[in-house]
Structure formats: C-alpha cells, structure tokens
C-alpha cells in the first residue's frame, strides 16, 4: 500500500481542520492505520490510530477529545479531524499503515507502521 496525506494548511487557534490520506492498493482495509506528527527538532509523536474495521481507535493524550481519526475503507481513505486546534497542534502530520495490532500499546509505537505518506504540514496561528 502506498499513502498520500493531504489537508493541512494555516489556521487560527480554535479553527478546525481535516487531513485525509488516500492508499493506493487493494488489500488497504487489511491494514492497522495511524497518523503521526513530528515539529523539526523532535522526533514523530503519536497522534491516533484506528484499526481494520474501524473499532478501535486509540488517542494520545493532546489530543483527546479534539481529534477524530475514521476510514472509509471502500474509497482507501482514512481521515483525522481536527477540532478546537491550539499552537502546539502545529507540525508536519503523517499518515502511517502497518499489520493489524494484537495490543493498544502498539499503535502508538512507530516501529509497528511500515509505510508512511509524504507529510502534510498544519499551522496553527495564535
């Protein structure tokens, strides 16, 4: 599977805004997926995961609350929304895929993820 991220872009604090990434491939809905975030400097940081059929769907701590990942696995898309976003929200968003996971622990470790999209950048403006 290969991924595509989209979406980002400059808003204010408060704005919302959705990343969508787009697989090519069939065997996308086989797939754990996952959208990471990284600022220059740090290392990638979880943001969420979901899983094949969609049911599980894992947070990190930021972002709870505000954030929403889903997958429409008939159009190979998976989607984050981003609500009520603050200026620590800003960074370069990466959409991840990898084998299903047995645990929760696993979908925010980024070794477990072995394809990655092109980043899209998202600004948040104070």
């Known amino acids: 599977v290969q991924l595509q991220a989209s979406g980002g872009g400059l808003v204010q604090a408060g704005d919302s805004l959705r990343l969508s990434c787009t697989a090519s491939?069939?065997?996308?809905?086989?797939?754990?997926l996952g959208w990471f975030r990284q600022v220059p400097g740090k290392g990638r940081e979880f943001v969420a995961g979901?899983?094949?059929?969609?049911?599980?769907?894992p947070y990190a701590e930021p972002v709870n609350g505000r954030f929403t990942i889903s997958r429409d696995n008939a159009k190979n898309m998976v989607y984050l929304q981003m609500n009520s976003l603050k200026p620590e929200d800003t960074a370069v968003y990466y959409c991840?895929?990898?084998?299903?996971?047995?645990?929760?622990?696993?979908?925010?470790?980024?070794?477990?993820?072995?394809?990655w999209g092109q980043g899209t950048l998202v600004t948040v403006s104070s």
């Open positions: 491939g069939r065997t996308f809905s086989m797939y754990r």
């Open positions: 991840a895929a990898g084998a299903p996971a047995l645990t929760i622990s696993a979908y925010s470790k980024e070794e477990n993820y072995n394809t």
């Open positions: 979901i899983s094949t059929g969609g049911n599980t769907t």
